[in-house]
């Protein structure tokens, strides 16, 4: 039994980057449950934070408003914000040693 249930929600584009182990097992466990990559790092994701009890008693400090943002977000265009990006792997890294990047975070 799968332990991550996808939601479809609004979501936005943003690029991180994995180690090639990891990218493998996110497609095989989106693979095992029927779903997309992003979608089980997304979900992944939001059960490691609402897991962590330190991260929870973090978020309701003025630290955690006051976080500067790291993650690289690419916003629509206005006149094309009703309408969810296309979901774009980048190409792996070709050296083992650097992670394969990928697009987290949109719908097909």
């Known amino acids: 039994m799968p332990l991550l249930e996808v939601i479809q929600t609004r979501q936005v584009s943003a690029s991180i980057r994995l180690t090639d182990s990891t990218a493998t097992q996110v497609d095989q466990y989106a693979a095992f449950i029927h779903a997309a990559a992003d979608d089980v ?15 929870q008693d973090f978020l ?9 943002s790291t993650l690289r977000i690419r916003r629509a265009p206005a006149n094309d914000a ?11 890294a070709s050296s ?3 992670p394969a990047a990928f697009v987290a975070g949109s719908k097909a």
């Open 60 to 68: 309701k400090t003025p630290q955690a408003k006051q976080a500067s």
């Open 82 to 92: 009703a309408e969810p990006p296309a979901k774009k792997p980048v190409s792996a």
């Open 96 to 98: 083992p040693a650097q």
């Open 41 to 55: 790092v997304e979900q992944a994701l939001a059960y490691v934070f609402s897991k962590d009890r330190d991260f």
